[in-house]
């Protein structure tokens, strides 16, 4: 592996698999990511295999940090519960044993909205923040993540919480500005309920928000009404892989 990198992260998702080295001193990556399209029938050992392909094309050698975000819940020792973009046949499996099992190197595997928060928080819009920030994704859902002075309180799904009577991501997630033709204004308007209620839950130091939307934030924040500071993304589409690979950095560390 290039040696500018001292961690390798892969982000895994419904249409594609992407990995790349990470060099964590920058933020960024040490080589040009690979992307290799998500099996068609995306079973545990299908998946497993496209990560291994992915780690030897880079010369991953065991022993270097190996960072996975994946779209589900993750409870290291527990087998997951939950599954929503890949096979069914995923549910049940002991996700950092099969990975690691398969690709030959010890890997860690942590839900993608944290994976894209933590990189957020460590390199990217929120980084230097104390307290209490929460990154959001705006997309089809609306994905969350809740770091605390630089540590992630993992799997929140805070797309979830009641709002006008229904999921808040049914009403505020980008998804909706599409199906509704909403226009920035309105749309906004919608935003403020849900970071409103955040603010009243959580007393967040600042939001940051992602998604492939938040390129267009300049468009829908000044509608959003709210007092605490909320700033776009910064790492967008290599946030995933960042993330997944400065949380690998940060569990070997502690196993040391």
Known sequence: MIETAQAFGIDIGGSGIKGAPVDLNEGKFADERLRIPTPEISTPEAVADVARQILDHFDVHDGTPVGIAFPAPIKPGRPLDFMANLDKSWIGV?????????????????????????????FGAARGVQGLVIATTLGTGIGSALIMDGVLVP??????????????????ADSARSR????WKKWGKRLTQYYRLLEHYFSPDVFVVGGGV??????????????????????????GIVGAAYFASQQVGRQA
């Open 94 to 122: 002991d996700i950092n044993q099969l990975m690691s099992e398969r690709t030959g190197r010890e890997c860690h595997v942590v839900n993608d909205a944290d994976a894209a928060g933590l990189a957020e928080a460590r």
């Open 155 to 172: 799997n929140t799904e805070l797309g979830h919480l009641e709002l006008d009577g229904k999921d808040a991501e049914r009403y505020a």
């Open 180 to 183: 509704k033709d909403l226009s």
């Open 214 to 239: 938040s390129k267009k934030s300049e468009k829908f924040f000044p509608y959003i009404d709210i007092t605490t500071p909320i700033i776009p993304a910064q790492l967008l589409n290599d946030a």
